[in-house]
T-cell receptor
Framework: DSGVTQTPKHLITATGQRVTLRCSPRSGDLSVYWYQQSLDQGLQFLIQ???????AKGNILERFSAQQFPDLHSELNLSSLELGDSALYFC??????????????FGSGTRLTVV | AQKVTQAQTEISVVEKEDVTLDCVYE???????LFWYKQPPSGELVFLIR??????QNEISGRYSWNFQKSTSSFNFTITASQVVDSAVYFC??????????????FGKGTKLSVKP
C-alpha cells in the first residue's frame, strides 16, 4: 500500500456524462498531482495542487477540472466525456511543491471506461 | 523543451538473461531528477529509483542497476538474471526543478519487458 488512495478503482460511464475521481494523499503530503495514462498519449501530467492551491498545469482539457480540499484530498472532475477520455488516471502525492522535497508516491489509479 | 525517449518499445528475453532498458532525456536545466518506474500487469506504478543531476554515481540494488551518464544524457537500467516477475512496462521519467516547474514528471513512452521461462 503506497499510502495514496484513489477511488473508485474502476468506472464505466457513457459519453457526455460527468464523473469525479477522488484522491487522498499520503499522510503529511501537501502536494497532489494528477496524471492520465492513455494508449495514444502515454503518461501525461494534468495538474498539480499544493496545500489547496493550483500550482502547475499540464495537458489538461478544459472539460476537466480539479480541486484540493482543506483536508488535502483532491478530486478530478471530468465532464462531457468522450470515448477518447478512456484511460487510467493516477494521482501522486509529495511532501512539498517539488519532488525534491521527499518522495513521490503514486496511487493505484482509477480506470475510466467511456462507452 | 524537456523530453524522455525510450527507444525500445518491447523487449523479450528468456529467464536468467541480462537486459538493459535505454533512456535518453533532454533538458536545458542543470538541476533535475530522473526516475524509473515499473508498471506490472496489475497497473500500479512502482517506484524503482530517483537520481539527481549532480549524482552520477551508478547504483546497484540487488539484480537492478542504473547507469547515469550526463555526457550522453542517458539513464539506462539493467536487470541482471531476469525473472518472470520482472515482466512489466518500465518507464523512465524526468523532473525539472527550475523555470517554474513544480516537480511534475515527464515520462517516456515505456518499454514493455517480457521475460519468458
Amino acid at each position: 500500500d503506497s499510502g495514496v488512495t484513489q477511488t473508485p478503482k474502476h468506472l464505466i460511464t457513457a459519453t457526455g456524462q460527468r464523473v469525479t475521481l477522488r484522491c487522498s494523499p499520503r499522510s503529511g503530503d501537501l502536494s497532489v498531482y494528477w496524471y492520465q495514462q492513455s494508449l495514444d498519449q502515454g503518461l501525461q501530467f494534468l495538474i498539480q495542487y499544493y496545500n489547496g492551491e493550483e500550482r502547475a498545469k499540464g495537458n489538461i482539457l478544459e472539460r476537466f477540472s480539479a480541486q484540493q480540499f482543506p483536508d488535502l484530498h483532491s478530486e478530478l472532475n471530468l465532464s462531457s466525456l468522450e470515448l477518447g477520455d478512456s484511460a487510467l488516471y493516477f494521482c501522486a502525492s509529495s511532501v512539498g511543491g517539488q519532488v525534491l522535497m521527499g518522495g513521490y508516491t503514486f496511487g493505484s489509479g482509477t480506470r475510466l471506461t467511456v462507452v | 523543451a524537456q523530453k524522455v525517449t525510450q527507444a525500445q518499445t518491447e523487449i523479450s528475453v528468456v529467464e536468467k538473461e541480462d537486459v538493459t532498458l535505454d533512456c535518453v532525456y533532454e533538458t536545458r536545466d542543470t538541476t533535475y531528477y530522473l526516475f524509473w518506474y515499473k508498471q506490472p500487469p496489475s497497473g500500479e506504478l512502482v517506484f524503482l529509483i530517483r537520481r539527481n543531476s549532480f549524482d552520477e554515481q551508478n547504483e546497484i540494488s540487488g539484480r537492478y542497476s542504473w547507469n547515469f551518464q550526463k555526457s550522453t544524457s542517458s539513464f539506462n537500467f539493467t536487470i541482471t538474471a531476469s525473472q518472470v516477475v520482472d515482466s512489466a512496462v518500465y518507464f523512465c521519467a524526468l523532473s525539472e526543478l527550475g523555470g517554474g516547474s513544480q516537480g511534475n514528471l515527464i515520462f517516456g513512452k515505456g518499454t514493455k519487458l517480457s521475460v519468458k521461462p
